[in-house]
């Protein structure tokens, strides 16, 4: 609640002129900057108290007594306070360290925002603001969409820079690592992103001629290939034939099989079939991150760096004891579009960021903009209350404003929460000031 009265106070939203609790005019100049870390809610705060001019802090409590149960009466840090604004005045005198009495302003919140806020505020997933959202002004909306897609392909890029410091600037085995993460789609992100870690493109450079070789490699370090198990198909057991010699060779430790997770997974999606997948973009050598970048001026240029055909025995197979008559052979248009949204356009931004590259980062955006929008729960819920996703760069700007902002319980933080509390604070506030009762809706 908290939070809500240092919002209200920071906008201005119950407007600028007061009484304070011992009955003199209080007019607020400037709010101030708001501090984050500890200290004083607010800084450089001006304002005038009947008349007399001041500028100091200013501190925000939900109650009077806050004061003394966090000991700002003893602490000289708050004796640079001009203003002390509360929501219940159950303490009458609030003194700092060297004695003087601080002025206090009952911050009377209508209780029509302190709803609304305990409303947005359960974290429980859901669109808190959905009946709000149509009366906000359009550019309000498109600019904060906007806002939402640019943290989010920073907050991508940032995971990329990251992985390709730990690699120490390799933005191939950067590349490895984040392809391999996104062809886990969700469920199995986590060991594919181990397993690229656990597999040095080195070592697949060495065989990069051979597919046989690189399914080997590639199967036996996720842990799936074990001659003592009761497979007994013999393209199994000439892969484990062939990894256990490799493993000899260099050195090499599987991944644990239990890792992997087959829970409401349709056939078309095991991992066997991702790792399938992951093996094509490995013959011939992996030089995807070149190639992305040499791509990156054409959504059809990259589409085409996924179009992995699988042959031979997973052309006809799930798993290695999962026969079918017959799979689809390539990823599906929806899956190509996922890679190149998760893949190919953070690379392209993590890449161009590195470098100063502002052209190059500005492709990044037009990636998304030329694909269509995801198709997931998440943005058929925006599209229910009226925020369509026009093309994927929408749409992930409606992911990171669940994720980010939504499941966390940030409002406040959010332009559609903190602007929906204003507007009613001030409708009530204008209700109250145009009325004749007394205050009733006050509380």
């Known amino acids: 609640m908290e939070m809500m009265y240092q919002y209200l106070w920071r906008t201005a939203a ?30 450089n705060a001006r304002i005038t108290v009947d008349g007399t001019q001041w500028a100091g802090n200013v501190e925000i409590h939900v109650k009077a007594s806050d004061w003394f149960r966090h000991g700002h009466q003893t602490d000289k840090a708050y004796d640079s306070i001009v203003l002390h604004v509360v929501g219940l005045n159950d303490a009458p005198c609030v003194c700092r360290a060297d004695g003087s009495e601080v002025p206090t302003l009952l911050f009377a919140v209508p209780v029509e925002a302190a709803a609304l806020y305990g409303e947005l505020a359960a974290k429980d997933g859901r669109i808190r603001c959905a009946s709000g959202i149509g009366s906000l002004p359009g550019i309000v909306r498109e600019d904060w969409l906007e806002t939402l897609a640019v943290e989010r392909m920073q907050q991508k890029a940032a ?57 080997a490699l590639v199967f036996g370090q996720a842990g799936m290939l074990d001659p003592s198990t009761r497979i007994f198909d013999e393209y199994y057991q000439q892969l484990c034939r062939e990894y256990f010699f490799l493993l000899r060779k260099y050195g090499l430790r599987p991944m644990p099989q239990s890792l992997w997770k087959y829970a409401r997974t349709r056939p078309q999606n095991f991992p066997h079939r991702r790792l399938a997948f992951l093996c094509k973009s490995l013959e011939g050598g992996f030089s995807m991150m070149r190639r992305i970048l040499e791509a990156s001026e054409s959504v059809e240029g990259l589409a085409r760096l996924f179009d992995w055909r699988l042959t031979g025995f997973w052309h006809e197979h799930f798993s290695f004891d999962a026969p079918a008559a017959r799979t689809a052979d390539t990823l599906g248009q929806a899956s190509v579009n996922s890679l190149i949204i998760n893949v190919a356009s953070p690379l ?20 998304l903009e030329k694909l269509p929008p995801e198709g997931n729960t998440l943005v058929r819920g925006w599209q229910s209350v009226g ?57």
């Open 159 to 215: 995971r990329v820079l990251e992985e390709n410091r730990n690699l120490s600037g390799d933005w191939e085995q950067t590349c490895f690592v984040v392809l391999a993460r996104a062809l886990g789609f969700g469920l199995n992100g986590i060991p594919f992103e181990m397993l690229a870690r656990n597999l040095p493109l080195k070592v697949i450079h060495r065989h990069s001629d051979n597919p046989f070789q690189i399914e």
């Open 387 to 443: 925020l369509k996703a026009h093309n994927a760069m929408r749409s992930q700007a409606l992911i990171h404003l669940h994720k980010s902002y939504c499941v966390e319980g940030r409002c406040l933080d959010c332009r559609f929460g903190n602007r929906l509390i204003c507007l009613v604070a001030k409708e009530a506030m204008a209700e109250y000031r145009s009325s004749s009762e007394s205050g009733e809706i006050w509380e």
């Open 14 to 43: 119950l407007g600028k002129d007061f009484l304070l609790t011992d009955g003199r005019p209080l007019h607020v100049s400037s709010p101030g900057r708001q501090n984050f870390d500890a200290g004083p809610d607010f800084s």
């Open 348 to 367: 392209v931004y993590a890449y161009a960021s590195q470098r100063g590259d502002m052209a190059m980062g500005q492709r990044a955006f037009e990636i």
